[in-house]
């Protein structure tokens, strides 16, 4: 049933701005709060008590007095309840449990031994569930799931399409849900990585950026005015299978020439076959140690990203550009060869603007975001989301 423009919509809107000021800006006074949010100060108290009520929020005492009476802080309750990121890969899984305000108190890593839909979701249940009970008791316990997948997913929660894991038409959400019995919230894992820089990375003070999650393969999530772009049906963002060469290589999607094909983990790994290398941390690990030959390779693919990348901003223009996933751990040797390669490739007053970095959360981008959705989720339910 439609709710209607009235007393009771009202207030569910000014307490989901009173609960989002909190949130962020904690600790606050009431009178802070009413200066903030343009409440009256009645209004506020009351908001404030309800959220007390329902253990969202709690005073710890006395703040600086600006002339009068000194007053009541309030705080946000990030032990009211926990919530579970997940972020699944090719081989790997991670899942991490947070507090509500996004920090970790247990991760597991899970190793997916079977590339299969079922078999994976019932590898990864077993290790969250474990999570699970490491909760401590709290008022509302587990408030729900988010995960982060890298492939095609619909506002159902349906993984439509993941070519590296080789899933299709995967109802992902309704799994794990009746596995986990708490609500899930699933996207795509470039998506779930942009969330996890803006809310704790190194796009907390941004609002347009480009997040490119450089894995196995390259998606990209893009926000503009701090807003994820989803596009018609919610398939935004699938950057890695632009084409960049006409001809080129087959691609698990059916194209030839996808971006990463030439600039992902996997494309590094099919160029370090005649080196007898066939896992990311080995090459890593001879780049370190002065391999010319490793070395060689990442500067290859860091020009393979830059073209890319170039074109990103020219079509975007975004103010940052931030590349996360398992190639955050290659900045030392691609960082040059992108640089090279975008100032050469974008328009001047483009480039000028943008800045290019990597993401501060290294490869925890997408868990951390997957997470910070389930506790959006739960916080906005019966609230209006502004």
Not at 97 to 105: A, E, F, N, Q, S
Not at 184 to 192: L, T, Y
Not at 273 to 296: C, K, N, T, V
Request: with cysteine; hydrophobic share 45%.
């Amino acid at each position: 049933m439609q709710t209607t423009g009235d007393q009771y919509l009202v207030k569910k809107l000014n307490k989901s701005i009173v609960l989002d000021r909190i949130v962020a800006h904690s600790p606050l006074s009431r009178a802070q709060l009413s200066e903030m949010t343009g409440l009256n100060k009645a209004t506020v108290s009351t908001l404030v008590g309800e959220l007390a009520e329902e253990k969202l929020v709690y005073e710890i005492g006395l703040g600086v007095s600006s002339g009068g009476r000194k007053p009541v802080m309030l705080v946000f309750n990030k032990a009211a309840g926990f919530a579970v990121g997940i972020d699944i890969g090719v081989k790997y899984a991670i899942a991490i449990l947070t507090d509500l305000d996004g920090h970790t108190i247990a991760e597991r890593q899970i190793r997916l031994e079977r590339r299969d839909a079922d078999s994976a979701i019932r590898a990864i249940a077993e290790a969250v569930r474990s999570l699970m009970a490491q909760a401590p008791d709290s008022p509302y316990g587990i408030v729900g799931a988010g995960v982060g997948v890298a492939g095609i997913v619909d506002d159902k929660g349906t993984v439509l399409f993941a070519p590296n894991l080789e899933w299709e038409h995967v109802e992902l959400k309704q799994l794990l849900e009746q596995q986990l019995g708490v609500p899930v919230v699933v996207d795509n894992e470039a998506n779930a990585g942009a969330l996890g820089e803006l809310r704790f990375g190194a796009a907390r003070e941004a609002s347009d950026i480009v997040y490119l999650s450089v894995g196995t393969g390259i998606g990209a999530g893009i926000t503009i005015g701090g807003q994820l772009m989803r596009g018609f049906g919610g398939f935004f963002g699938e950057v890695g299978h632009t084409t960049i060469e006409t001809n080129g290589k087959r691609c698990r999607c059916g194209n030839k020439g996808c971006w990463e094909q030439y600039a992902s983990e996997s494309a590094i790994l099919e160029m370090a076959e005649p080196l007898g290398i066939d896992r990311f941390e080995s090459l890593i690990e001879l780049a370190h140690g002065g391999s010319p030959d490793a070395i060689r390779l990442f500067h290859q693919v860091g020009e393979s990203l830059g073209i890319g990348i170039a074109s990103l901003i020219n079509t975007f223009n975004p103010e940052l550009v931030l590349i996360g996933n398992q190639m955050t751990r290659a900045e030392s040797w691609i960082r040059s060869a992108i640089d090279r390669v975008v100032a050469a490739r974008s328009l001047p007053f483009h480039r000028k603007q943008a800045q290019i970095r990597f993401a501060s959360l290294d490869t925890r981008s997408a868990v951390s975001g997957a997470a910070y959705s389930a506790v959006s989720a739960f916080l906005t339910k019966d609230r209006i989301t502004l």
